[in-house]
């Protein structure tokens, strides 16, 4: 059994690939960027910002690093067609 099949059959992995789960992961890295903004000169707010990209990629495009980094599907649909 490889990695990513325990974790993209999760509770968590289901959340976070659903439609709020995308909401969620857009709206937290809208977080980190706003946060980063007001502390722009200040090397925390630096790497706010450039965390910033990957909730709002991951939940923009419909993408899942984690499962990649796993060995698994890099697309939230491919994700869900695997639960059904």
């Known amino acids: 059994m490889s990695l990513h099949e325990p974790f993209n059959r999760s509770a968590f992995s289901q959340f976070i690939n659903s439609t709020p789960g995308r909401v969620f992961r857009f709206v ?11 502390y722009r000169n200040h090397a925390l707010g630096l790497a706010a910002m450039g965390w910033s990209v990957l909730p709002l990629t991951a939940g923009g495009f419909d993408v899942c690093y984690i499962s990649a980094a796993l060995g698994g599907p890099l697309s939230g649909e491919k994700i869900r067609r695997l639960k059904r």
């Open 28 to 38: 937290a890295g809208l977080g980190f960027l706003a946060v980063g903004l007001v």
